[in-house]
């Protein structure tokens, strides 16, 4: 099993992401919902 040091020591070789928006997130959100909305209407 993977402790918290392990863990921590992954994370840290891993680089620093920037946090940004992109379109293509905005259209996966309003898609997503709307199918999983389709889902219960069956």
Known sequence: MND???TAAYDSSLGKM????MPG???FYIMSYSLQ???YDT
């Open 4 to 6: 918290e040091r392990e």
């Open 18 to 21: 920037e946090k940004k928006w």
């Open 25 to 27: 997130q905005e259209a």
């Open 37 to 39: 909305d389709n889902i």
